[in-house]
């Protein structure tokens, strides 16, 4: 009933790998990877993409706990800017662009204790001027917006300036897991992410579950 052990071990099977090709076509990305569960997807990635001083997150202030695990547990600064204001992000990435050879913008689509909507047009019409790679956590958005539920950053049109987009399958897909969608060049480095790396994989049945809802 269970995989036993991590996709990088032999716990994938061609469900998993069909149904990460199935969400790497919804989210418009090269490819997508399945992790345990959503919170895993935020911690794991977010620590493994900064692993030094020359990488600089950046965070809405009212970000999930598993972000801000994914930033404690990276070896980078983080900082926090006012909830939804597009202007203090602009103040900081002008402030500190200069300073560091990357930088990591973490949003989410909507935020689960508030409801608010994130302003992603105007984050995304930032790198026009600012070089940063923008992370999207969309579990609170896939399912509810966008075509066949792909997203707020898919109703907007604005998925090609994210480069990553995540979201759980605990809510609109009624299952367990989480997804993170990118480019080929980042999946390849963050299938060696802790949380992909060591931890077991969703049971073959609830990628069935979730690919039924997908349905």
């Known amino acids: 009933t269970g995989c036993g052990t991590s996709a990088m071990s032999g ?17 418009s990305k090269e490819e997508a990877l399945l992790f345990p569960t959503g919170f895993t ?23 999930h706990a598993s972000i801000i695990e994914g930033c404690r547990a990276s ?37 689960s204790m508030e409801g608010d909507i994130a302003p992603l ?29 792909a997203g707020l950053c898919n109703e907007l049109g604005i998925a090609d300036g994210v480069d990553f987009i995540m979201t759980t399958l605990s809510r609109a897909t009624a299952g367990v897991g989480g997804i993170l969608a990118t480019s080929k060049e980042f999946a390849s480095f963050l299938r060696w992410a802790s949380t992909y790396l060591f931890q077991a994989s969703i049971p073959p049945a609830d990628v069935v579950v979730v690919d039924a809802c997908l349905d």
């Open 75 to 111: 070896a980078s600064r983080y900082l926090p800017f006012k909830h939804n204001s597009v202007e203090d992000l602009k103040n900081k990435l002008a402030k500190y662009a200069s300073k560091h050879a990357n930088i990591l913008v973490v949003v989410e689509s909507a935020y």
């Open 11 to 27: 716990g994938h099977s061609q469900l998993h790998k069909d149904l990460q090709e199935r969400f790497a076509k919804i989210f």
């Open 121 to 149: 047009e105007k984050i995304v019409a930032l790198k026009d001027e600012y070089k940063f790679l923008l992370y999207v956590d969309e579990a609170h958005t896939f399912g509810f917006f966008g075509k066949n539920g």
């Open 41 to 63: 997807v935020n911690s794991g990635v977010i620590s493994a993409l900064c692993r030094g001083s020359e990488t600089l997150i950046l965070i809405d202030r009212d970000s």
